[in-house]
């Protein structure tokens, strides 16, 4: 159904190393985003993503809306120990749906 | 940058009462929404409301839940006998046009909701 599957689940890297996660659905999404939450904060938004194919950055942060519509990846490049927080992707399914599905999200640390 | 604030940021309430919970969304924004997350679990779709109306919502939204724009600014999340299973954090989001606009929903920080 209209599931989105995060990998990997936790990762501990050292500052100055790049992260990749993806998310991956067996249903079509229309949009792709992607949120970052702190401890007792409200998800905020990294990267938006609405075309097939569509590869946006913003600043270290790289992301990619799948072209079979069912998956979007987000690469950290360089990392700093402020990156540290849970990722979530989130996605639009098709159909003209308003609801947003989250990931189960990925756990980032940094290591300094 | 403006934000979507909630209030209060954490609401501690006895099991069976009423309870309120309160957003102001972004001043241009049209559509308002209330998310909810479990300790531990993935944030959950809870309702969608535009032009002082209902226009989405999920299973988890049954009759115990309401939502209200009593007014310009205020957007509320009543849940109206609250069980145990109800403690979750709920956080609203807001956005400037429908999602399929390309207009991405931002999130406030959240209510805790503890229920004893």
């Known amino acids: 159904g209209q599931q989105l599957n995060q990998s990997p689940q936790s990762m501990f890297i050292q500052e100055g190393e790049d992260v990749s996660m993806n998310c991956t659905s067996s249903s079509i999404f229309n949009t792709w985003l992607w949120y970052k939450q702190d401890p007792g904060e409200g998800p905020v938004l990294l990267i938006a993503l609405y075309k097939a194919g569509e590869l946006t950055s913003n600043g270290r942060l790289t992301a990619q809306f799948g072209i079979t519509r069912k998956d979007s990846f987000l690469n950290i490049s360089a990392s700093i120990p402020s990156d540290v927080g849970i990722y979530f992707c989130?996605?639009?399914?098709?159909?003209?749906?308003?609801?947003?599905?989250f990931g189960k999200g990925m756990k980032l640390t940094v290591n300094p | 940058e403006p934000e979507v604030t909630q209030t209060p940021s954490h609401q501690v309430t006895q099991m069976g009462q009423e309870v309120i919970l309160r957003c102001v969304p972004i001043s241009n924004h049209l559509y308002f929404y209330w998310y909810r997350q479990i300790l531990g679990q993935k944030v959950e779709f809870l309702v969608s409301f535009y032009n002082n109306e209902i226009s989405e919502k999920s299973e988890i939204f049954d009759d115990q839940f309401s939502v209200e724009r009593p007014d310009g600014s205020n957007f509320t999340l009543k849940i109206r006998s609250t069980k145990l299973e109800d403690s979750a954090m709920y956080f609203c989001?807001?956005?400037?046009?429908?999602?399929?606009?390309?207009?991405?929903?931002?999130f406030g920080d959240g209510t805790r909701l503890s229920i004893l």
């Open positions: 989001a807001s956005s400037r046009d429908r999602s399929y606009s390309n207009q991405p929903q931002h």
């Open positions: 989130a996605g639009r399914p098709q159909g003209g749906s308003e609801k947003l599905v």
